[in-house]
């Protein structure tokens, strides 16, 4: 069975850096694409990036490119997600969750989640 | 960027009731459209891929229908346990956008 474990809730400071990561276990980590996904307090779900651990090839959707690196470490099945410098704008649920790959017409769903990160960013 | 909207944002129903959800996108997404359910404090969970396939354990009262722009999420019999938010997702393009989901709530 396909499980993703997340890091700990995070309590940050704004400017402060911060790397919060995805491990990967019950199935071969470098199969399946990792994607993440934001949840702002209230609000839906956004897209914001995805990896692919065998090649670490990365896509970023536009409103995150920039400020946020996504990244991944095969040899020990973890993916992460990282900024440099946090905003109290990110205060925010953070999942991750596998997607297969991609054909030319299209992409599978996201079949497998984490159980979620909460990063909350105050002064 | 492809759109998705639901409808409709929120809705009250019963137990045993039969409930629909819509999702609409902004173009032609052919059958790259998947539903998921979220409970308050807990991850999404895929119920709906290619937007009529039923992901595995997930019960037979829900089902997925529809192709091109207008997709549809029917609950045949509402549970206490249906009781969430629900949304959809077009995995068309590669990070595909989610709708801004449908949360059930309990008349």
């Known amino acids: 069975e396909v499980q993703l474990v997340q890091s700990g809730a995070e309590v940050k400071k704004p400017g402060e850096s911060l790397k919060i990561s995805c491990q990967g276990y019950g199935y071969s980590f470098t199969r399946y694409w990792i994607g993440w996904v934001r949840q702002m307090p209230g609000k839906g779900l956004e897209w914001m990036g995805i990896i692919y651990p065998a090649d670490s090839a990365t896509r970023y959707s536009p409103s995150f490119q920039g400020q946020v690196t996504i990244s991944a470490d095969k040899s020990i099945s973890t993916a992460y997600l990282q900024w440099s410098s946090l905003k109290a704008s990110d205060t925010a649920m953070y999942y991750c969750?596998?997607?297969?790959?991609?054909?030319?017409?299209?992409?599978?769903?996201?079949?497998?989640w984490g159980q979620g990160t909460l990063v909350t960013v105050s002064s | 960027d492809i759109q998705m909207t639901q409808s409709p944002s929120s809705l009250s129903a019963s137990v045993g009731d039969r409930v629909t959800i819509t999702c609409r996108a902004s173009?032609?997404?052919?059958?790259?459209l998947n539903w998921y359910q979220q409970k308050p404090g807990k991850a999404p969970k895929l119920l709906i891929y290619a937007a009529s396939s039923l992901q595995s354990g997930v019960p037979s009262r829900f089902s997925g229908s529809g192709s091109g722009t207008d997709f549809t999420l029917t609950i045949s019999s509402l549970q206490p346990e249906d009781f969430a938010t629900y949304y959809c997702q077009q995995s068309y393009t590669t990070l595909g956008t989610f709708g801004q989901g449908t949360k059930v709530e309990i008349k």
């Open positions: 173009q032609s997404i052919s059958s790259y």
């Open positions: 969750a596998t997607q297969g790959y991609c054909t030319s017409t299209g992409c599978p769903a996201l079949d497998s």
